[in-house]
């Protein structure tokens, strides 16, 4: 029972005893109202309908519930109801907010413009962090933003004003460092369009990535599908030390499980090392899970994430989760479908790549590695923070770092370059003297956005296709995935170690064992870096950059130019004919790895998202041909010309032919971006097989009416060559679990049949039936 009711009960029999009887109004027997963010001060945090839902998930399972399922099944539409068996059935979940980045929200908002909704069911932002390039530093790179994309900001704000949308400015800060300052809680289930989301796992809460459709759906108050979960469960022994971080505890995980080890699963970290880690620290763990394919990854309530609640400003939830904590921690005895063990004692820094995050090293060992493989040495560019390392902390202990080299009159032999997690970052690190320092070793402040991380850095101190190293505490390494460079070999750790590789300037240094040599000759050693967690005094805010949706929102009008190059209003997507796809051409088949990065390409893409004609002219254009070797050549059949992927996708369009890509593990790997399913659907692709998906790009392309497809023999991959046609047969018959037939057309006139599995629900292929998740919206208004 609440603590409310017991003191109201022991008042009434207090007062029962004497000569007057007071009457205690029934609602102080209610637990006082929390809202969820101080931004949104009449929706409020409803753990007693979590508390019900688990309950009755508990009673009819009959076990211990991780704490992944108790925020996952405490938040179904249909606790009662619901088949859940981990890994096989789809749930269907009521999610309590929506968060979008500026990028992936204009294809988001353009969707819901379609659907013909006066406003959004659940509270849901709006974040722009993703359209603003790194060049010069902060000030006039947020003032060239501003300009430039000036349109895609009018249309994201009028549109978040006209349909109840909270609005972060340029400026603000990148979407997972204000989400976890203002809107993560403990027990929250949010949906963002963004793949690092699970960056709220930090606060205990389960906190997913999802493409602009599944947005949609939450936000049109659809109750949102998930495959649900098995639960990988990570347990942490001992405790962080010197030069060891949380970066390295995931860095570390992502060696283990490799960038599909955590498909399907959700991270569920546990255990008496947990404490040792801050909770912007849990929070850079949970970032980067989407480096391992995870659904999302979590930590269990603590004090500190108490402490980090209660430091910005938002003490009654801490008071809130108190009351509720049974519900935020895993149950005794509770079952993992996988168990990993780390002892952070042992635990030693960690860097890895380059070209892939699971590449780990220690980077006791990185030097000698890189000698061996003919990997450059020295570093070009150190670049620290991201949504993944930009806290408080982070930058402290990178301070602490640069602070000991100016005091031997050193400063950083690499470029160095510094991007603040938020508004109240920047401003409280200017005000602490954190960036100050940071700047005197050589650093560049540059905005409080993605930046770099995601491609948008005009970069000048190298020519495309030199090759050369940078050391980056982002999440991701791809091949030409921060500067358009292949040749760049991109390493990630933790900022600390950035920072002191910068100031050495090669890869061959490591911090723990070797000395540096200072301005007056003498060697020294850098001790290992110490930092608080938080600031003594409270944050500063900085600047108010956001605007709330208006209580009357009658005379908004959100206005989409036809001839504008950066923004369409959608058209919606041909419905299934109801015939078999027939000889349908080969697109391309893929060789290797290909991420969202290689099939929907960012940097000076992004400006294209809202538009989706002119943005599926980066179609594919990264992906490895596997016929000649090369990216963006591919053979058109008709012509046997080579060519753009996205010239011959179109020309086949425009001919009336539909297509087909084949692809390799792990296909569409990488960011949320829907781009990369609603591209090749505009261009008049009906499939891709593959041998295996990642989770959300598997998910994105059932949503646009696109058939994901894997082969049932992996082998049967190699049957299939680029000149072959293939058909698609069995869709008359269409159902959950039952493969379909693939047969393939050998140019020599022989064929043979190959079977294709799926993972399709009956909404899902209502979905596909439709011509798209969308369309099926539409259909049942």
């Known amino acids: ?83 859940i068996v981990r890994g096989k059935t789809y749930l269907r979940l009521r999610p309590d907010r929506v968060a979008m980045q500026d990028a992936t929200a204009q294809m988001a908002m353009l969707q819901f413009i379609s659907s013909g909704l006066p406003r959004v069911a659940v509270p849901s932002t709006i974040h722009c962090d993703h359209l603003i390039e790194a060049q010069l530093g902060a000030e006039k790179d947020l003032r060239r933003a501003k300009d430039v994309n000036q349109e895609v900001y009018n249309f994201l704000a009028t549109a978040g004003a006209k349909y109840g949308v909270g609005f972060w400015k340029p400026g603000s ?72 971080s949380p970066k390295d505890v995931i860095l570390k995980v992502a060696g283990i499980l490799t960038v599909k080890g955590g498909t399907g699963a959700i991270i569920e970290y546990h255990g008496p090392g947990v404490d040792s880690i801050s909770c912007t620290g849990m929070a850079t763990i949970c970032n980067m899970g989407a480096e391992i394919g995870a659904t999302t990854s979590l930590f269990p309530y603590n004090h500190r994430m108490k402490k980090y609640l209660s430091k910005t400003g938002r003490a009654e939830i ?30 030693k820094p960690h860097i890895n790549g380059p070209f892939t995050p699971d590449l ?5 060992d990185v030097g000698t590695v890189a000698e061996k493989e003919g990997w450059p040495v020295d570093i070009r560019v150190g670049l620290i923070g991201s949504c993944t390392n930009s806290s408080y902390e982070d930058m402290g202990r990178a301070a602490a770092v640069a602070k000991q080299a100016l005091a031997h009159g050193l400063k950083c032999k690499s470029q160095f370059t510094v991007t603040p997690g938020s508004e109240q970052i920047r401003a409280t690190i200017e005000r602490d003297g954190y960036a100050g320092i940071l700047r005197d070793v050589g650093g560049v402040v540059l905005a409080n956005a993605c930046g770099p991380c995601i491609g948008q850095w005009d970069r000048k101190d190298t020519k495309k296709g030199e090759k050369n190293t940078i050391v980056t505490s982002y999440n991701r390494n791809f091949t030409g995935r921060n500067d ?38 003498k060697k020294f050693k850098l001790e290992a870096p110490d930092a608080d967690e938080l600031p003594t005094l409270e944050f500063d805010p900085g600047q108010d950059t956001y605007q709330h949706p ?18 369409q209003l959608l058209e919606p997507f041909d419905k299934w004919d109801g015939k078999d796809l027939e000889d349908m051409l080969i697109l391309i088949k893929v060789k290797g790895k290909c991420t969202t990065d290689h099939i929907s390409a960012a940097g000076p893409w992004l400006k294209f998202r809202g538009h989706l004609d002119n943005i599926s002219n980066n179609l594919l254009i990264g992906a490895i041909n596997i016929e000649n070797g090369k990216a963006n050549s591919v053979r058109n059949a008709l012509t046997q010309e080579f060519g753009p992927v996205p010239d011959t996708a179109r020309y086949y369009k425009k001919n009336g032919i539909k297509w087909v890509v084949v692809g390799d593990e792990n296909y569409g790997e990488g960011s949320s971006r829907e781009h990369a399913a609603l591209e090749p659907r505009h261009l008049g692709g009906r499939a891709i097989i593959t041998k295996s998906f990642a989770r959300i790009h598997e998910t994105n392309l059932k949503k646009q009416g696109l058939l994901p497809l894997t082969f049932a023999d992996p082998a049967d991959y190699n049957k299939i060559h680029p000149v072959d046609k293939l058909s698609i047969v069995g869709l008359a018959d269409f159902a959950p679990g ?39 919206m539409k259909e049942m208004q």
Not at 551 to 566: A, C, F, M
Not at 741 to 762: A, D, R, W
Request: a negative charge.
């Open 550 to 567: 208006p209580k009357d929102r009658s005379g908004q009008h959100v206005d989409v130019s036809l001839t504008s190059q950066r923004l």
């Open 318 to 347: 801490a008071a809130l989760a108190d009351e509720f904590q049974a519900h935020l921690v895993p149950d005794a005895g509770c079952k993992y479908d996988q168990l990993v063990e780390i002892n952070l004692s042992e635990l």
């Open 738 to 776: 039952k493969p379909l037939k693939c047969i393939i057309k050998h140019p020599n006139g022989s064929q043979e049949t190959i079977m294709l599995n799926h993972t399709f629900n009956e909404t899902q292929i209502e979905w596909f039936q439709a011509g798209s998740a969308l369309n099926r």
């Open 484 to 521: 358009a460079n292949p040749e760049t070999h991109a390493f990630v750790t933790s900022p600390e170690i950035v920072t002191a590789l910068a100031i050495a300037g090669t890869l061959k240094f490591n911090p723990e064992m070797d000395f540096l040599t200072g301005a007056d000759g």
């Open 173 to 244: 800060g990148i979407i997972h460092q204000i989400i976890l300052e203002n809107y993560a809680y403990p027990g929250v289930l949010l949906i963002g369009t963004d793949s690092h989301t699970p960056n709220g796992g930090g606060l205990g809460g389960i906190c997913i990535g999802v493409g602009g459709a599944d947005a949609v759906d939450v936000m049109a108050g659809i109750p949102w599908e998930l495959k649900c979960p098995k639960v990988i469960g990570i347990k942490l022994t001992g405790e962080l030390s010197g030069w060891s």
């Open 360 to 364: 780990a090293h220690p980077v006791a």
């Open 1 to 83: 029972m609440a603590p409310y009711c017991v003191l109201v009960t022991r008042l009434q029999q207090v007062l029962s005893k004497g000569v007057r009887r007071y009457h205690v109004a029934p609602v102080l027997c209610q637990r006082a109202k929390v809202a969820m963010s101080h931004f949104e001060p009449n929706e409020y945090i409803n753990y007693e309908m979590l508390e019900k839902n688990i309950n009755i998930v508990r009673k009819r399972l009959d076990r211990p519930l991780t704490l992944s399922e108790k925020i996952v099944y405490g938040h179904l539409d249909d606790p009662v109801k619901q088949d």
